[in-house]
């Protein structure tokens, strides 16, 4: 009898054991955001997003799961890792509005632990969402040098820090190998998303230079100018990369642009050198711009192959 109460203790004792060492190994953690401020979690929140890349970096983190709703543009770029099923994932999910017209009533039904938002985003957004009394979280404002900020801030956010870290060190070792063949030579170029040139400080014009090229838009000085007829042509453009959804449509941009004399008469008309690189490679300052740099790196590749057989 006293070995069968012996071997109930026991049993007890382990059974306590199996309850509490879970919990003892959820440790808990804090977090300061963008903004400075400081958050603790025993676990992983869940999240409410409108900012497109901010739910395409956590899905980039394995966290779709934590995903309440996301915003209604928001999207998943073809052929990367886990493409379908993180596309998939964002279909499953609530939509929470956009920016302009957030659905404040389905944020708060959804409960989350935080809203996630850029710092630079509208200030109302992130105040009536705190009087609904959910937190908000910010993340750093859009940017070539953010997309690794956020990664690692989100990495941290959701326990995800190697993952993240991993993440940014192929991201950077990629933009870094890009322009790797005669580093030396920056040729001068400027990227078209319709009549807006990515230019200083946008993180298409911050790409274009990492990947060996002179963005020569950033001598507006303005993120995203419309250039003037002078300036196209006082900024001798060597190659001319615009933004399309296929090569179809490329096609049809290039052939309207061919008929302004102004751009027929840059060189990039006049050597062959206009590209496109994919809508779906450089929508949103994220991961997916791995894309977009494979692409810069072979339109650089093309320019110097098609300027040394010139010169021939």
């Given at each position: 009898?006293?070995?069968?109460?012996?071997?109930?203790?026991?049993?007890?004792?382990?059974?306590?054991?199996?309850?509490?060492?879970?919990?003892?190994?959820?440790?808990?953690?804090?977090?300061?955001?963008?903004?400075?401020?400081t958050?603790?979690?025993?676990?992983?929140?869940?999240?409410?997003?409108?900012?497109?890349?901010?739910?395409?970096?956590?899905?980039?983190?394995?966290?779709?799961?934590?995903?309440?709703?996301?915003?209604?543009?928001?999207?998943?770029?073809?052929?990367?890792?886990?493409?379908?099923?993180?596309?998939?994932?964002?279909?499953?999910?609530?939509?929470?509005?956009?920016f302009?017209?957030?659905?404040?009533?389905?944020?708060?039904?959804?409960?989350?632990?935080?809203?996630?938002?850029?710092?630079?985003?509208?200030?109302?957004?992130?105040?009536?969402?705190?009087?609904?009394?959910?937190?908000?979280?910010?993340?750093?404002p859009?940017?070539?040098?953010?997309?690794?900020?956020?990664?690692?801030?989100?990495?941290?956010?959701?326990?995800?820090?190697?993952?993240?870290?991993?993440?940014v060190?192929?991201?950077?070792?990629?933009?870094?190998?890009?322009?790797?063949?005669?580093?030396?030579?920056?040729?001068?170029?400027?990227?078209?998303?319709?009549?807006?040139?990515?230019?200083?400080?946008?993180?298409?014009?911050e790409?274009?230079?990492?990947?060996?090229f002179?963005?020569?838009?950033?001598?507006?000085?303005?993120?995203?100018?419309?250039?003037?007829?002078?300036?196209?042509?006082?900024?001798?453009?060597?190659?001319?990369?615009?933004?399309?959804?296929?090569?179809?449509?490329?096609?049809?941009?290039?052939?309207?642009l061919a008929?302004?004399?102004?751009?027929?008469?840059?060189?990039?008309?006049?050597?062959?050198?206009?590209?496109?690189?994919?809508?779906?490679?450089?929508?949103?300052?994220?991961?997916?711009?791995?894309?977009?740099?494979?692409?810069?790196?072979?339109?650089?590749?093309?320019?110097?192959?098609?300027?040394?057989?010139?010169?021939?």
């Amino acid at each position: 009898m006293q070995i069968l109460r012996a071997d109930m203790a026991n049993l007890i004792k382990i059974l306590l054991l199996s309850t509490i060492l879970p919990l003892a190994s959820a440790k808990a953690y804090t977090i300061s955001d963008a903004k400075g401020q400081t958050f603790g979690f025993e676990k992983p929140p869940k999240i409410a997003c409108i900012t497109p890349s901010v739910s395409e970096t956590i899905l980039d983190l394995d966290s779709g799961d934590l995903l309440v709703g996301v915003s209604r543009y928001c999207s998943y770029p073809s052929g990367l890792p886990k493409s379908k099923e993180r596309a998939d994932i964002i279909k499953s999910k609530p939509k929470l509005g956009g920016f302009i017209d957030p659905d404040y009533e389905k944020i708060l039904l959804l409960k989350p632990d935080l809203f996630v938002i850029p710092l630079t985003s509208a200030n109302s957004q992130a105040e009536r969402v705190q009087k609904m009394g959910i937190k908000v979280f910010y993340t750093y404002p859009d940017g070539l040098e953010s997309i690794a900020k956020n990664t690692l801030l989100l990495g941290k956010l959701l326990n995800k820090e190697k993952l993240a870290e991993d993440l940014v060190a192929e991201f950077e070792r990629q933009i870094a190998n890009s322009a790797k063949d005669f580093p030396e030579l920056k040729p001068r170029a400027v990227f078209l998303f319709g009549k807006m040139a990515a230019g200083y400080g946008s993180y298409v014009g911050e790409l274009m230079n990492s990947c060996g090229f002179t963005n020569v838009a950033d001598a507006t000085k303005k993120p995203w100018p419309v250039l003037s007829r002078e300036s196209i042509l006082s900024l001798n453009v060597e190659v001319l990369i615009l933004e399309a959804k296929d090569e179809g449509t490329f096609k049809q941009l290039k052939s309207e642009l061919a008929k302004d004399k102004v751009w027929a008469a840059s060189p990039a008309f006049r050597n062959s050198d206009v590209y496109f690189v994919e809508t779906d490679a450089v929508i949103r300052p994220s991961l997916r711009l791995k894309k977009a740099v494979e692409a810069l790196s072979e339109i650089r590749s093309r320019h110097l192959k098609n300027k040394s057989q010139k010169r021939q």
